[in-house]
């Protein structure tokens, strides 16, 4: 079964990390984490389909990029714009009430605890009288989403507006069949310039709104853009400051410098698993490169042996936390917190969520991504994302002027950081459901945290962006980290193509992952990568080139 987008996890952290919400600023009870894990081109298991995303540009909205706001930051390349301060003046970005009384009913997941319903929620009743429109949520437990979701488009008993996340839709059989028969094509609504009639959702970048096209028709609205980097290795300023270590710029100086760290007398331990981004650091590739005219997937590369060797290394020399190494439900956020680990990887979300959790207590703790380099002291190449993280359908059969309508609501809903819609949306009234801080940024009282959890906010989507204004350092250094980061991507000769491949290629990943991990961790000598990546081939993995060979074909890559 496929898992989420590398960095994601179908954890209410997680996908809140994934979608650009702070989960920190949301806190309200039981708080869950999960492992991130590799993504690659967009799976499902219907047919062998691909459509390039390049193509698909006839049919999105026209882009038009909403000038109310500023950011402090402007975001180059694909990395999202950094807000160092709150808006003094928020914007009214919608003049008219969106809404002319319809009452719809409106799915979306939650990981946390369910909020009091309609008719008990004065934050429901305050954001219903905005709109001019009553929503009605259906709340689904997000730890089961893929199984109800399943569920309910097997039954085909869809609501009035339904958001599903984008690897749940990836673990639909048949979703693409389906889509066309359940929910509405939204192309004469928004293709090209009808979307003017939308702004807000005009505001959402072109890329996003390609991957919302099902069967050469738009019928998805993209929620929150993924953030193209899903992972980040983050690592102990504080600590190094105070140690007198320096960042390093190979993976040589990485290897001497995890010696140095590691003390098991004083339970410090350079090093959590940080397979994932040692494969970038060794320009691994994703999945697929195009080399010499021949596809060649990413376990037959020199790099990516490479990658390996060093992990086993770090193994080896024990630099890698025990708990990790004996456990896989080990908790290496907790473990990086108590300097107990001063390297791990993490995900944007996770990098902010730490901060904003041991800052009150401890005003010297700081974090921060390491500087970028490659093995070789060169540029890393960077596992880029591209799918929105969710998308919103609504239901097929609804009027005209029921479309129109849930479209201008959505419209709303779509309002960026810095309105006075994005505040009440996301939360609530000030004076009962937050108040503001020192520097005027929203904090969520008891009755917000209680009755607020994320709901409009998913309908709809807006540019990712770094909003914690509160803690102005880490918007200034995560954004400008990440300008340079989207200077480093790896070439991906799939890029912009979404890709239903046939279940058994996807099956074949995890048995062969779970052999190399076996080699990286050293029960197995490393000589057998050569064994694990002969079987991959003999099981599938020439067929599965063929099949993504034949897909550059057809789009013209080859």
Known sequence: MKTPPEGATTSRRGFLGLVGLGAAALAGGGLLSGCSTPAGPRPGSGGATAAALD????????????????????????????????????????????????????????????PPPLGENSYFDAVNTDLGATIEFNILDGMTIVE??????????????????????????QFGEAVGQLFEDLTPYLQGDAVKKYPLL??????????????????????????????????????????????????????????????PKKKRWAFGDIKLMTYQIFRAPKEWVLSGGKLVHRYETPEFEAAV????????????????????????????????????????GGW??????????????????????GHDGGAPAYHKSEEPGQYTFIKKGLAKEKVEEVLSLMNYLAAPFGTQEHMLSVYGVEGEHFTKNENGSP????????????????????????????????????ANWYNEAAQHWAPNPHEGIRIQRPAEYAALEQPTE?????????????SDLKKVVDEWRKDGGDKSREFYMKVLQDNGRA
Not at 239 to 259: H, R, V, Y
Not at 357 to 362: E, F, W, Y
Not at 451 to 459: G, I, K, M, S
């Open 202 to 263: 005009a505001n959402i970048p072109t890329d996003a709104w390609k991957w919302g096209v099902f069967n050469g028709k738009l019928m998805g609205i993209p929620g929150s853009y993924t953030a193209p980097m899903g992972l980040v290795l983050l690592y102990r300023k504080d600590i190094f400051d105070g140690s007198g270590w320096t960042a390093p710029k190979n993976a040589d100086e990485m290897l001497a410098l995890g010696k140095e760290i590691t003390d």
């Open 443 to 478: 904090k969520r009282t008891d009755l917000g945290l209680k009755e607020a959890p994320p709901t409009y906010f998913f309908l709809s989507g807006r540019p990712d962006a770094i909003t914690e204004s509160e803690l102005p350092k880490y918007v200034e250094t995560a």
């Open 148 to 173: 109800k979701m399943n569920a309910v488009i097997a039954s085909g008993n869809v609501v009035d507006i339904t958001m599903i996340p984008s690897w749940t839709v990836n673990q639909i059989p």
């Open 309 to 348: 060797e060093f992990t086993r290394k770090l193994y080896e020399g024990k630099l890698i936390h025990p708990d990790i190494v004996s456990s896989k439900g080990a908790n290496a956020k907790e473990l990086f917190k108590s300097g107990q680990i001063l390297i791990t990887q993490d995900g944007f």
């Open 55 to 114: 193509k698909l540009t006839s049919l999105t909205p026209a882009h038009v990029p909403y000038a109310g706001i500023t950011p402090d930051i402007v975001g180059q390349n694909g990395a999202p714009s950094g807000f160092t301060k709150y808006p003094a003046a928020l914007v009214d970005a919608v003049t008219a009430k969106p809404g002319k009384g319809g009452r719809y009913k409106a799915m979306t997941p939650l990981w946390g605890p369910l």
């Open 514 to 526: 779970d052999k190399i991990q076996d080699v990286v961790r050293g029960r197995r000598p490393l």
């Open 352 to 373: 902010k969520e730490m901060l904003e959790q041991m800052i009150p207590s401890k005003p010297d703790f700081w974090i921060e991504g390491l500087p970028h380099f």
